[in-house]
Nanobody
Framework: VQLQASGGGLVQPGNSLTLSCVVSGRTLGDISLGWFRQAPGREREMVAAISRSGGGTWYTDPVKGRFTISRDVDKSTVYLQMISLKPEDTAVYYC???????????????WGQGTLVTRLQ
């Protein structure tokens, strides 16, 4: 499984941003995909995930109601739409995949490169 994340950038207060993760090597129906982030000086954390069927999603509490994970099977792409970004959302965001239906971070063994999101003050 190969993953290519993109879409990061500088975000003004009140603006939104959508990250993309293009998947190759397997179909989206074969994998669960998660978005993770790592802020400076902090451990990497999982922020959202979508199941192999696409019917199940999970969010960490700090992003509930602000982030939405979705996917386009035809484009083999998973998205993370982020609204109402806060300074604490500033981080490098990664997409990762697992063949399991799980939100256990350690199960995610396939990783894309990171994309930096910076919420401007």
């Amino acid at each position: 499984v190969q993953l290519q994340a993109s879409g990061g950038g500088l975000v003004q207060p009140g603006n939104s941003l959508t990250l993309s993760c293009v998947v190759s090597g397997r179909t989206l129906g074969d994998i669960s995909l998660g978005w993770f982030r790592q802020a400076p000086g902090r451990e990497r954390e999982m922020v959202a995930a979508i199941s192999r069927s696409g019917g199940g999603t999970w969010y960490t509490d700090p992003v509930k109601g602000r982030f939405t994970i979705s996917r386009d099977v035809d484009k083999s792409t998973v998205y993370l739409q982020m609204i109402s970004l806060k300074p604490e959302d500033t981080a490098v965001y990664y997409c990762a995949a697992t063949f399991r239906n799980t939100v256990t971070p350690s199960a995610y063994g396939f990783w894309g490169q990171g994309t930096l999101v910076t919420r401007l003050q």
